[in-house]
């Protein structure tokens, strides 16, 4: 059998390890992660081993050469652009005559390759694709198989709410020839973005092989350093050069340990070394060749690498030192701190915990170094959370990090487009804005700079000025603190997640399109949006009938900003308005509402995004409730239409569209998912939001998108609904069927939700279930929703039943069930 090695990674994570490296040659015990891939196959008798390059291919042909000095035959195949994991392979066709394996160059196994090739022949598989169990599938593709093995769906790097499985692909294939027959020549081809697929589409057999050896994927440096600590408690047996000196400590050749060091195991010290006097190297230590380490120099659970020179007095805790590094005397260097090859750290530099240091850099004496040099990395690869990016001002988003973000997001657009930039009247936001604008100017776009405005604001400013996009900056309504920055397409929408992922990989490669000083353009300032923003809200709505009915409200919100643009809207459309800034719970309103004999109550937030309503009875209008009474307006206004709502709302919406003829779409629980849907629908039936749409009843038509988004317009055409219907909000309350919802959420490790995950589809297989995002399970009583939450180390418990009781139980059964798994984990 052959094998065929997957090297042609840049490794933009593991970076500054990679900037001048292959992936597959970072040192691992000493010696290249691929050096101990070679060394596996040829353990279980593969020596025809082909490796397909692409990133420093040089640097991996001088090295290995021919592969004699291994025992091996290599054949080398260099992509000139990036084929994709399946294209590398079809571009080695001619070497590939027999079954053949496929492995990955850069991850750490101790695999059993003759019982994964059993397996294979054994199900008679055209792909086997082995698998294994991981704390945290999110950064891998998680396969789904049913009770024999065979493979029944693939998802690749799922978002927590998409996570049903701890089993994930660990780029190892046993391949039968015939497959190549499958794959395009010349093509980018990933094996489970498009070939797998497209095997499953066409019913080949493909089984997954469960792996129970170690395995790793050394995808940033958490888990490069992992890893080593992994072996070093020999969860694997990789082989190392070197004599051991005591219990757990291995020396190379020709080191030089004085009297008075301090070395305790587990630990390596490669050929060549100079361990000084007083000088302590502690548990989980890897040092590389020819390096010498001073007298008084502590290290602990750090890796060094070759040709390092590290001075008197300094200390190491849970660092990487890159090849040819001086470090001076003093110098401290933290927990997942990189300094890359060729730096020079003086005297008493301070190196704080996940600092990354670019290759060839010289630090002045007693720095503090707090932020990466030169270019930067974040320790995780991702900014956004499940709605936008958000953070503590000055400590998670700073301006240097505004600045980057703005480049790394005015680099997905072509030189000279134009995008809106707005913000709230905060200080903090106004701070993020300015940063911001600057990143965006460097890479050549034309920036409108709008003065304070609220969300819905912003949205409707995309779509006046014609310009690609947008982003607004606003305060958490709950904590003053942090800045949340909303990210928007052309249409005013929240951008796609594959946008997202693009700016990331802009943003943590720093791959910006940075343009000559000629393409700068100047900054457009737009002052007055706001006014435009409420005459044409005005020039929309049927005031006549609004003041015939002469509605009165009672407005809360604890923006001033809100209430200077709501009230005199509201006033000038026929309304009279009560205003208040000052008010506790929603519930608590009702007491207003009496005392000023209005109609209702509306609350809006600081942001203009969220509308709750109160009637003079005392209901809080909210969540799930607010979504049906929005759904059975534009059922009564637009018979047949189709409301879209996520996974997690009631079903009382598919009730009240069998009342009126419509139909319900369920989506992923994200705004972003939702926004899509209905912009969408109203492109493909023609609703257009710039025509006037209160010429008459019968032509009324409340978009969902509006309603559901902007809480101002949204107010707006339910006061003028029900004034067209002659109803109150009371009414319009009573016409909705009761429904009985309960809502828990239960501490779950970060590295277990996987596993529970699994463990709950496993046990429910023959149930029915949804997969959308989370699990939702039926019941004989109701609905379960489990879905893993994307910011925090918790499980989402939502269910729906016909009782309060019923709720109640349902919720109370399922929250116990979790419990017990994660308990058990």
Same mark, same amino acid.
């Given at each position: ?104 160059? !850069? ?13 294979? *022949? ?23 198989? #049913? ?18 499985? &701890? ?16 794959? #395009? ?12 697929? *497209? ?56 080191? %030089? ?28 230590? %890897? ?8 007298? &008084? ?6 890796? /060094?690498? !070759? ?25 401290? %260097? ?14 008493? /530099? ?135 920055? !909303? ?79 709501? /009230? $005199? ?16 719970? @929603? ?64 079903? %009382? ?48 038509? $409340? ?33 909705? $069927?009761?429904?009985?919802? &309960? ?5 779950? @490790? ?47 418990? /939502? ?27």
């Amino acid at each position: 059998m052959k094998a065929i090695i997957m090297a042609g990674g840049e490794g933009s994570r593991l970076r500054p390890l990679t900037c001048d490296l292959p992936k597959p040659m970072v040192p691992v015990l000493n010696k290249p992660v691929l050096e101990h891939t070679i060394e596996l196959l040829k353990n279980y008798g593969i020596k025809e081993i082909g490796i397909t390059l692409m990133y420093h291919p040089q640097i991996i042909k001088d090295y290995f050469g021919s592969g004699k000095n291994l025992g091996v035959k290599i054949t080398y195949f260099i992509e000139e652009s990036p084929l994709g994991t399946a294209g590398g392979i079809k571009n080695a066709e001619s070497f590939l005559d027999e079954p053949f394996i496929v492995i990955s160059g !850069d991850s750490i196994t101790d695999l059993n390759l003759e019982m994964a090739v059993e397996y294979h *022949r054994e199900k008679n598989s055209l792909a086997t694709i082995i698998l294994s169990k991981v704390d945290d599938p999110l950064e891998y593709g998680v396969v789904l198989t #049913d009770e024999t093995g065979r493979i029944t769906g693939f998802l690749e790097k799922p978002s927590w709410g998409e996570l049903f499985s &701890d089993t994930v692909n660990t780029g190892t294939y046993i391949l039968e020839p015939e497959i190549l027959n499958y794959i #395009d020549a010349d093509k980018n081809l990933d094996f489970s973005r498009d070939l797998f697929p *497209r095997l499953l589409s066409a019913s080949k057999k493909m089984y997954g092989y469960v792996a129970p050896e170690y395995w790793c994927d050394m995808g940033d440096i958490r888990s490069y350093i992992k890893v080593h600590c992994d072996i070093l408690d020999k969860k694997i047996n990789l082989g190392h050069n070197g004599i051991q000196l005591k219990d757990n400590v291995w020396v190379g050749a020709g080191t %030089v340990i004085e009297a008075n060091a301090e070395i305790n195991g587990p630990c390596i010290i490669g050929s060549n070394c100079r361990i000084g006097n007083g000088s302590v190297i502690d548990k989980y230590t %890897v040092i590389g060749n020819n390096t010498t380490i001073e007298d &008084d120099v502590s290290i602990v659970r750090s890796i /060094v690498w !070759d040709n390092s020179y590290i001075e008197y007095g300094s200390e190491l805790r849970g660092a990487v030192i890159c090849n040819r590094v001086n470090l001076k005397h003093y110098v401290s %260097v933290f927990e997942n701190a990189v300094v890359g090859e060729g730096c020079k750290v003086n005297e008493r /530099v301070i190196v704080k915990p996940n600092i990354k240091i670019w290759p060839e850099k010289i630090i002045q004496p007693f720095a503090i170094i707090d932020r990466n040099m030169i270019w930067g990395s974040k320790h995780s690869n991702k900014i956004f959370g499940d709605n936008g990016i958000s953070g503590i001002v000055n400590v998670d988003i700073s301006p240097e990090f505004a600045t980057r973000l703005g480049a790394a997001y005015g680099s997905q657009f072509k030189t000279g487009s134009r995008v809106v930039v707005s913000s709230t009247n905060s200080n903090s936001a106004r701070m993020f804005k300015h940063a911001f604008i600057s990143g965006m100017l460097s890479v050549g776009v034309e920036v409108y700079n709008m003065s304070s405005l609220l969300t819905p604001i912003a949205r409707t400013a995309i779509g006046f000025l014609s310009v690609e996009g947008g982003i607004h900056i606003k305060n958490d309504i709950h904590d003053v603190n942090r800045i949340k920055v !909303d990210f928007m397409d052309v249409r005013g929408a929240s951008i796609s997640r594959l946008t997202e992922r693009k700016i990331e990989n802009s943003f943590f490669k720093e791959d910006f399109n940075r343009c000559s000083a000629q393409q700068i353009s100047r900054l457009n300032n737009i002052t007055d949006f706001s006014s435009y923003y409420t005459r044409n809200l005005s020039s929309k709505t049927n005031m006549q009938v609004i003041r015939e009915k002469n509605p009165k409200i009672c407005i809360f919100s604890k923006s001033d900003y809100v209430i200077s643009i709501t /009230v $005199p809207l509201l006033t000038g459309l026929g309304c009279t308005v009560n205003r208040f800034t000052d008010y506790e719970a @929603p519930e608590s309103v009702t007491a207003v509402i009496k005392e000023t004999s209005s109609d209702f109550a509306a609350i809006i937030d600081q942001n203009a995004e969220q509308l709750i309503l109160a009637d003079k009875f005392g209901k809080v209008v909210k969540d799930d409730l607010f979504q049906a009474l929005i759904a059975s307006i534009i059922f009564k206004t637009s018979p047949g239409a189709t409301f879209f709502v996520p996974i997690t709302c009631s079903e %009382v919406i598919e009730k009240l569209a069998a009342r009126y003829n419509g139909s319900v779409k369920r989506t992923k629980n994200f705004s972003q998912a939702i926004m899509d849907e209905i912009l969408s629908y109203n492109k493909k039936y023609g609703y257009n939001d710039e025509s006037p749409i209160s010429s008459g009843f019968d032509s009324f038509r $409340p978009d969902q998108f509006t309603l559901g988004f902007d809480a101002i317009e949204g107010l707006i055409r339910i006061i003028e609904y029900m004034c067209y219907a002659n109803t109150d909000l009371s009414v319009l309350l009573a016409d909705i $069927p009761d429904f009985f919802m &309960d809502k828990k959420s239960i501490k779950c @490790p970060w590295e277990s939700k996987g596993t529970v995950m699994r463990k709950i589809i496993s046990e429910y297989r023959d149930k029915k279930l949804e997969l959308l995002d989370g699990i939702k399970l039926y019941t004989e009583t109701g609905w379960v929703l489990i879905a893993p939450d994307a910011d925090k180390p918790i499980l989402r418990v /939502v269910v729906e039943s016909s009782s309060k009781n019923g709720a109640a139980e349902l919720s109370s059964r399922y929250y116990g069930l979790l419990e017990k798994i994660i308990t058990n984990t």
